[in-house]
């Protein structure tokens, strides 16, 4: 099969300057191995219909994206109002796609999951954990020990792996490390009043 196509989408408002784009840097030192990967900047080149033939050829995606206020970038949301119409054509459907969002402090999951939502009723395939959060707070101090309940720059290789695999057509994916403990733990310290 090659070296498959896989389309990287910047859709946040920092462009190649900021952190969405520095993690899309990221994933292309995994996926450049095994796949040809394109971009493009959604903060230069608004809209749908000046990328339409580059998403045609891709076989894959990766989708990034900032969190403003509890959604994703508006370059990339007049990017997805202006390709509705392509919605279940065959510049998507089963297509495997990733989705990477970048947040300061909180909101990013739930980005995430609404991306991918209209991601797959657009038509693409989304692979077993091909998508993260990065926050610069759960990044915590530099020799801080990893909570393994929080996304970090390592599960990215995990994220591409997956998207590589479900291009391939493989069934090889891989799991990110979990906490194992018990969700219903006590883990709010008692507050004591001046």
């Known amino acids: 099969m090659g070296r498959p196509p896989i389309l990287f989408v910047n859709g946040a408002l920092g462009g190649a300057e900021g952190n969405s784009a520095a993690l899309l840097d990221l994933a292309a030192r995994h996926l450049a191995p095994r796949a040809e990967v394109s971009r493009i900047d959604l903060s230069v080149e608004e809209g749908f219909a ?7 050829r891709a076989q894959g995606f990766v989708f990034a994206t900032g969190t403003y206020w509890d959604s994703w970038g508006s370059p990339l949301q007049r990017f997805l109002e ?6 279940g054509s065959d510049l998507w459907l089963g297509k495997p796609v990733a989705v990477l969002v ?9 980005v995430l999951s609404r991306l991918q939502g209209v991601l797959s009723t657009f038509g693409l395939l989304l692979p077993p954990m091909a998508g993260l959060v990065l926050s ?9 020990p990893p909570d393994p309940d929080l996304w970090c720059p390592a599960d990215l290789e995990i994220v591409c792996h997956n998207l590589l695999e479900a291009v391939s057509g493989g069934r090889a994916f891989r799991a990110w490390p979990t906490d194992p403990g018990s969700p ?3 883990w709010l310290r008692t507050l004591q009043g001046p």
């Not at 202006?82 to 919605?87: C, F, L, N, S, Y």
């Not at 610069?136 to 801080?144: D, H």
Request: proline share 9%; net charge neutral; no cysteine.
């Open 50 to 56: 000046t990328h339409a033939e580059a998403v045609g």
């Open 82 to 87: 202006e390709a509705t119409p392509t919605e």
């Open 102 to 110: 970048t947040e300061h402090s909180v909101g990013g999951k739930g």
């Open 136 to 144: 610069a707070v759960a990044q915590g101090p530099p020799r801080a």
């Open 184 to 186: 219903g733990r006590r």
